[in-house]
């Protein structure tokens, strides 16, 4: 089964361990907020079973349109000694990331294995291809990273989905419109993603069940978890269960994408009706 993480807003988080499977934690806001930081921080110390991973918040900062600051990120690695931690990438740029990834691991990954070499590096596949997807995972492969990480954002994955030459094609859109109650030519641009990424793992899948481990980063619909069944898919972040209660909507009922991202709602206070809806929402996402 995959594990699986709702990032919660500050108000929650006394609901993390119940829950989530595992945390994950981003780095924006452990840099610059101080209830967060303290909560996750205690947290580690208390319970270092619990599996932790420190995303480089690679998303966030590209809708604010900043960079990944790469001795922060170490100092905040040192500090938090979480179990993985995401390497930096660019959001569907592969030859950036994969620059980044080789400049990090020759300029950090030395201090980092003298003072926590259990913390365990997550390489991301980017590009605007499957091709350029799978070259990454290749290149990491070479370099021995085994725990690789795909993210949900690619615009190819739309094409993909959309594409119904590829296998499978309509029993897996079928089976999202049922879930959602609509026509076969009412799935949206955001399900089109969802059904994209499915696609590129199961086409590329004798590639990828080589990998040690995988993490899925973020989700346009986060039904696609059921369509998953690789043994090395061991993990899934995604704020989409907790954001459409932010927005007043039971899962597999919203009409469209949330169009808020956690900082928009991780200091605010949470009303009862709508702690109760995030619970559900999670649970029913937990539960897929």
């Known amino acids: 089964m995959i594990k699986i993480n709702s990032e919660l807003p500050i108000d929650l988080l006394n609901r993390n361990l119940m829950l989530n499977d595992f945390d994950f934690v981003l780095f924006h806001l452990f840099e610059s907020n101080d209830k967060y930081r303290r909560y996750f921080y205690n947290?580690?110390?208390?319970?270092?079973?619990?599996?932790?991973?420190?995303?480089?918040?690679?998303?966030?900062?590209?809708?604010?349109?900043?960079?990944?600051?790469?001795?922060?990120?170490?100092?905040?690695i040192r500090f938090l000694n979480p179990d993985f931690y995401i390497l930096p990438d660019t959001l569907m740029d592969k030859e950036k990331t994969l620059k980044s990834v080789d400049k990090f691991l020759s300029e950090y990954n030395n201090m980092l294995n003298c003072f926590s070499g259990w913390s365990v590096p997550i390489a991301v596949l980017q590009g605007n291809t499957p091709n350029e997807l799978i070259d990454c995972y290749k290149v990491y492969n070479d370099m021995g990273l085994g725990h690789i990480a795909i993210p949900f954002h690619n615009s190819f994955f739309k094409?993909?989905?959309?594409?119904?030459?590829?296998?499978?094609?309509n029993v897996i859109v079928n089976r999202f419109a049922n879930k959602y109650n609509i026509g076969p030519d009412?799935?949206?641009d955001d399900m089109w993603y969802a059904i994209g990424r499915i696609k590129f793992i199961h086409e590329y899948g004798l590639?990828?069940?080589?990998?040690?481990?995988?993490?899925?980063?973020?989700?346009?619909?986060?039904?696609e978890k059921c369509f998953y069944s690789m043994d090395n898919i061991k993990s899934m972040d995604t704020g989409y269960p907790v954001k459409c209660a932010i927005e007043g909507h039971n899962l597999f009922e919203e009409p469209s994408k949330p169009n808020i991202i956690i900082d928009d709602f991780v200091n605010a206070n949470i009303y009862a009706s709508t702690r109760e809806l995030i619970m559900?929402?999670?649970?029913?996402f937990k539960t897929l």
């Open 159 to 169: 094409d993909m989905g959309e594409d119904k030459s590829i296998a499978f094609h």
């Open 186 to 188: 009412e799935i949206t």
């Open 43 to 76: 947290l580690r110390a208390t319970k270092p079973e619990r599996t932790m991973i420190l995303d480089n918040s690679a998303y966030e900062l590209y809708i604010h349109g900043c960079e990944l600051n790469l001795d922060d990120y170490v100092s905040c």
């Open 207 to 223: 590639i990828l069940k080589n990998a040690e481990y995988i993490h899925l980063l973020g989700s346009h619909c986060p039904f």
């Open 280 to 284: 559900n929402n999670v649970w029913k």
